[in-house]
């Protein structure tokens, strides 16, 4: 069996702020690829690839976002990408630790404050949610706020 790691947290928020996030994980600059995902009871499952590195083969990652009340169940697996990989110098846990990181980003989603008003125009590398008003990186496809598809 590969090493692998897991963790399960639930986070503060509704589910489509989360599934927002996970659709542009491949523009956060942490090396994963969406590789695609699928519908699972009550949720969405994302699978995820990382790249190969001096010390690694590559991993494979699951994410499940589970949708519970306004709160969302986030279940996140690294496996090395060979079976027979049984060492793994810390990457499996090290990915599970960024995909958390990256979707707690912030603190609580921006769905618990008020949409900011009278925000100065954005900067040339930036876009504005036209639902919600929330800045974004130009390489957004949709808002990490309200889950509005933005490109």
């Known amino acids: 069996m590969a090493s692998n790691s897991r963790e399960v947290r639930t986070l ?3 589910i489509e702020n989360y599934i927002a ?3 542009n994980i491949g523009a956060a ?3 994963f690829t ?7 009871q009550n949720g969405l499952m994302f699978l995820l690839s990382h790249s190969i590195s001096f010390s690694s083969w590559g991993e494979t990652v ?3 976002l589970i949708a519970q009340g306004n709160q969302t169940v986030v279940d996140v697996y690294s496996e090395c990408a060979l079976p027979t990989q049984i060492v793994d110098l810390g990457k499996n846990k090290e990915n599970v630790a960024k995909v958390f990181g990256y979707l ?3 603190g609580a989603p921006q769905s618990y404050y008020q949409p900011q008003q009278n925000c100065a125009q954005p900067q040339q590398n930036a876009v504005v949610c036209p639902n919600c008003g929330k800045r974004l990186d130009s ?3 949709f808002c990490d706020n309200c889950g509005t598809r933005v490109k």
């Open 12 to 14: 503060p928020g509704p």
């Open 104 to 106: 707690m980003q912030g």
């Open 21 to 23: 996030r996970m659709r």
């Open 62 to 64: 699951k994410v499940y």
């Open 139 to 141: 390489s957004f496809v």
């Open 34 to 40: 969406l590789a695609g995902e699928s519908p699972v």
């Open 29 to 31: 600059g942490l090396k």
